[in-house]
């Protein structure tokens, strides 16, 4: 279809400059020589028509310099019959300006070519918050006819666009006038505007409407600009003709808000769910009709290798959707909604997405038989109940670690998807990821401290016999939930138990590091059955090392030191309880009616403080019921209180010590509920029992060969008064090597006790200090097997020592007392 007459053209009003961007234009050859110019050229970068034409387009645009031919730039820069992006050229002064070029290319009679070099200044467009080269690629995306007239107004360069414009063929148009293919005023009017320019040099922008050959009657708007182009000694030699269409740049425009938009919705939280759903919503209506965000698996979990750009192999990714949005809100547009897995066919655009890490543009969506949604029927179904019909696919990607794709689908808006749109959606979906990653790596980070957190702290609190026990924990680091306080309930032997509360100094994942590491040397410290003075002593030396180990690595981040621990343990038999603190609060003791203590415990000094104070013991005969809080200072210390105000506080909530444990624990933590701690916050809550003496039996045995005898039968009468007839057999060979030994190495009188409690404990005490250490006997050997027997017959051994000398112990399980009674011999390990 050609325009034949100004009943379909309206040439309209001059424009202002600033509503077309001030865009500078040069005339090349296929050599790369400038052979016109123009003002706004000389005005961009100060060479004048005669300082450049005739030279080489590298005086001015250094990049170019690396190609042989203009033609040999372009494909450099990969595009065809038109390019635009975001370079360099050189101001006369030295100066280096970032731009936007587009080099066009132009038909002449005969086939000859030129190319029109057209640059704008990035940073006049880059006054707001979006990125000026962004701005200055979305703005060139738009499509531009290019026509070059001599001085008597005949074409003698155009370039393909033109065409699809006006309905005019480059054949018709070359060597005519405007008159030949517009006859009429409005022709006239612009040949005037022309002449014009001609005679002064400057550019000129107008507006004019027409009728597209395919807008099927509807009228369209083009801006058109009018610059005067020059030669070498600045003689004019014709007129350039840029039109462009309103409506596209104004869509261009109108992207261009929506990147500015970006920058306040994206990444409001560090969730990455919540900022899946934040890119559908920003595209939709704006942008597209229907948006999904799925994310890599590892992103949403925290953990696990995440994966990378080009390494798809047979195995998919798992993908989960992130973001869900449509045009058309409750109508679903697809079969999987948030949170669900998404399948990945083989024969998927999607592989190609993740091989190459580039986008996917469909501007048609292939719905025939024999396209890749054969293979995905659900998919398939959806695409055609809701009339999807363009399709963009772009990787979330930060580098080369791929966090998901975000898919762009049209189905009311009938206009395809360009490449205007993907340049547009691959900005955005960049800009997403920037908030995704930090989200990711807060979620991973998050995700690695608590499971530090979960690692450190005790799952279970086993109290066995001697008590039952609840907690509670909140670290002051929320975000993390981690912190420096720890807690442990650790078994003990002879149905003892130790209990421990500390805290590190600071908050934080380095405290959290820090406490594990206390927390391990405590419970390889607990296991050498120390008392808690010496335990403490051991546990201050520890800490005093971890400082002198920073000390010696200035590069690294400094590690937490300094700590303040309260251990206690509990004898169930005595019901005696023996405590020392290193610089800790002292425990609340309630008794079974509710009065509560604070007992005066020598405080000792904090651990790593390295004062050389020794550490000092108390003991404390607690009635059977009783409660004990051990805490940190986060309980009872406030801003807005001191720390008597705090106990009193934490006292008044105990104080009923008929209610569950877990019941008094959420009251002690209640005024922490809904607000932001201040410190770490950790309560351990215990309830004493105490065994019955009928589960407990004693017996003091001479110092001589006659004890072994008389141990075996006393423990064979006492296991039948308890029904534990089937233990006898390895209870008397473990009595009668534990007391064998204690003859053999000590002088003073002997002690047997077996106490039934969840398992049966045998103990054998003497005035000997050395601890007995198992070793491997030798064929010939007539000794040295006695321990190595105690270990297969019992579930463990081990030794303490006591004042007066040690015990030494071994346990037996009681469920093995029906292996026994059945028959079944003892399983002994090789």
Sequence with gaps: MSITSTDRVTFGRQMNPSEVSDTA???????????????????LVGYSAGDVVGRSAALVLPSFGEAPTTSAFVHQ?????????????????????????????????GGAVRWLASVTDIGALSGD?????????????????????????????VNDVMESYDGISRERRLGCRINDAWPGSEAETTEAVMRQVLQSGSTKIHEYRTWQPAS???????????????????????????????TESRRARERLAILSEAGTRLGSTLDVMQTGQELADLAVPLFADFVAVDLEQSILLGEGAPARIGTAGERLPVFRRAGLASIRPGVPKSPWVRGEAIP????????DVLRTGRSHLEPILDTAPGSWLDQDPARAQKIRENGMHSVMIVPIRVRRVLLGLAVFIRTEELVRFQEADLLLAEELVSRAAVSLDNARQYCREHTAALALQRNLLPHRLKGGSAIEAASRYL???????????????????????????????????????????????????ADMELPPDELLARLDDTVQRLAEQDADAPEQAPTVVGATCLYAVYDPVTRKCTLATAGHPPPAIIDPQGQVTYPDLPTGAPLGIGLGVPFEAMELELPEGSLLALYTDGLIEARDHDIEEGMHRLGTALAQPHRSLEDLCTRAMEPFQGQAASDDVTLLLVRTRSLSPTQVASWTLPSDQTAVRHARHLAAGQLAEWGLEGLEDSTKLTVSELVTNAVRHSTGPIRLRLIRHQVLTVEVSDTDFCAPRMRSARTIDENGRGLSLVAQLSRRWGSRPVAGGKVVWAEVELASSHARASGTPPALEE
């Design 25 to 43: 234009f040069a005339l090349l050859d296929e050599q790369g020589t400038v052979v016109a110019w123009t003002q706004t050229a000389e005005q």
């Design 77 to 109: 820069c990969h595009a065809q019959n038109g390019w635009s992006g975001a370079t360099a050229v050189r101001h006369r002064d030295g100066r280096v300006l970032d731009v936007s070029l587009r080099i066009s290319m132009v038909w002449g009679q």
């Design 129 to 157: 918050v979006v990125n000026g080269s962004v701005r200055g690629a979305l703005l060139a995306r738009a499509p531009v006819g290019v026509v070059v007239r001599d001085l008597e107004l005949r074409c003698t360069w």
């Design 216 to 246: 099927l009657g509807r009228e369209h708007p083009f801006a058109v600009s009018f610059s005067c182009l020059q030669g070498a000694d600045g003689q004019t030699l014709g007129v350039c003709t840029i039109s462009v269409d309103v």
């Design 344 to 351: 990945m066919g083989p024969a998927s655009p999607v592989v």
């Design 475 to 525: 670290p002051a680091d929320i975000d993390r939930g981690v912190g420096g306080d720890w807690f442990d309930v650790i078994p003990l032997s002879g149905a003892r138990v130790a209990l421990v509360v500390g805290d590190v100094v600071g908050h934080g994942v380095n405290a959290a590091a820090t406490m594990g590491r206390l927390r391990t040397a405590v419970h390889t410290l």
